[in-house]
């Protein structure tokens, strides 16, 4: 898989796209906050995201290196290739209002 699809597939899920954009400007969080970021939800999206996040979207992060996930220490950080992916994350919040509703 090249760079770019790897780029692609990262930000083709809307909770990836909030965690990389989030880590743009928070470093190091707790998995608990990067999980939801603004947005309300009930107990149970909130049981639901959590697998999401956890069995899919943070393993998936990180072998691409945009994240280290500390599973001890619930702890997410960026990895050692988040500068690559930075312009892309910098490109969607520079144009935000541009973008579909609910994309971030």
Known sequence: MSKLDEFFRSIANAQRRRLLVHMLSHNPEDESKVYTGDIEKSDEELSILLVQMEQTHLP???DYGFINWDRKN???????????????LEMIVNHRDELPDNWL
């Open 60 to 62: 998936l992060l990180e």
């Open 74 to 88: 619930h702890e997410v950080t960026k990895g050692p290739q988040f500068d690559e992916i930075r312009p892309l």
